[in-house]
Every structure is written in C-alpha cells, then in structure tokens.
C-alpha cells in the first residue's frame, strides 16, 4: 500500500505542477500552437524510441489509423493547445480548478453514451464542479477572466471526450503506451503546419531561463506520470487510481502559490470547496473497491 500511495502522490503531484510549468513555459512568449507542436513532437519522439527499444512499437493497421487520429485531436492537440493559451491569461490555481473537472465530465459523458449506469450521486457532482466553474469566472466577484476560464474547462471537456472514445473504440491488443504513441505522433502532425504561420522556434535553448526549464522538465516528467499512473491501475485497481485526481487538484494550487506567488479571491476558495466537493460525490468510493476489479481478479 505504501508503493501504491507513493506513486499515487507522485502522479498527482506531478500533474498538479504541470500546470505552474505551463505558466512558465508561456511566460517565454512562444505561440501556443508553436509550444504543442514541440511538446507533442517531443513526447512521440521518447516514447517512439522506448517502444521500439523494447520491442513494442504499435502496429500500423487499419485499426490503428481508425483510432489515433481521432485521439490526436481529442487527448493531444486541441486540448494541449487549449491549456498553453488559457495559461497565458490564467494562474495555475485556475488551470487545476478547471482540470479537476475532467474526471466528472467524463463521468456525465459515461452515463450519457451508456458506457456506465446512471448514479444520481455523481451527476451532483459534476454539478458541484460545473457550478464551481462558474463561480470562478463570474464577471463580478470570479477569481478570473470568464473567457479564459472557459478556455481552460473546454480542454477538460476534451480530455473526458477522450477518455469516453478510448472506452468504446479501443483496439484489443493496443496498450497504453502505444496509445500515447500514436496520440503524440497526430497531435504533432496536426500542429506541424502551424509552424508556417507563427515563430517555429517558441523557446531560445541558446540562452535556456525558467521557461526552456520549465518545458525540458514537463516532457520527459509526463511521459514517466503517465506509465506510472498506468502500472499503478494495474497493482492497485481503477478505484484507488482515480483519486489521483484530488491530488492534482490540491498539487496545483500549492504550486501555483509557492512557485509563482499566486494569490486568490475568496470566491476561488469557494469554487475549490466546490471541486473537492463534486470529486467527493462523482469519484468510485475505494470501499466500493471489489475482488472482481483486483488485477487478475
């Protein structure tokens, strides 16, 4: 249980400071589209060469040129690009408010395409978020600009899309890893024409600063969240895994606070109060937690 929580913090703590490198990373003046494309082009670089390492490049078939692309969009490029041009108008305390709101889209969007039973519990929950949203960018006592707020929580919305298609479309025999793959390897493609419109070279790793340091440490440090979060639903089950996702919540307000001076209205603390709230409601309970849903179980 100690390695399952040791890891569970790290993810969590990991991805809570994703956002405050994602302030950093914009603070260089680089284009948003020009940042995705690098940071996409990036990870399928490393993740390409390990598989093939390792044996266990994708297969390109049929099925996967019918399930990537699409993931491309939904999980790589439109909701990464949504993040760095929402980060440059945000802090990152706001940016981990409105993530935390992808577990509980993805909940709604279970029950609405028949993918899990309805539970009246956590459809209040994704209210409780979705309220919290709301509080945080209203025009008159929010803690920051409705617009940008909005930004934010549409690339939350594309992440549960994502989590919804890879449910019901998922090849057999296609495993995380190689997802992440082929999701990276679109997402650069989709991007890559960008670079004809706006400056190609986002960061100057001529003279690197707090920028180029932020991205150098978000690509390598994402890709090891991820196959960890991966290997920990494999020891500890679903269930235990999703709770990650109060700690990414909790990681990036702290981080947002210490690293980047960040400071809040009272009405953030009550859109937060609202987003612990609705994970409360909408997360699996571990003690819901069945023999049936234990690895090999």
Known sequence: MGVNIAILLFCGGFW????????MVMAGGGHPLAVTFWHSAAMAALIWAALALLGRAPRIDRAFLRFVPVLGVLGGAAPSFLLFLAAQNVGAGILSVCMATVP????GLSALL????????????LVLALSAVWIIADPDRGAAPALWVAVATLGAFSYACEDSFIALRRPPGLSSPQILAGMTLFAALYTAPALLFVDPAPLSFAAPGRPELAFALTVPGSLLAYGLFVHLIGRAGPVFASQVAYVVTIAGVLAGGAILGEEWPPSFWLGLGLIVAGLALGLPRPRAFRASEAPGG
């Open 104 to 107: 509980l889209m993805q909940i």
């Open 16 to 23: 809570g400071l994703s956002f405050t490198l994602s302030r």
């Open 114 to 125: 028949k993918i899990e039973p309805f539970r009246a519990r956590r459809l209040f929950g």
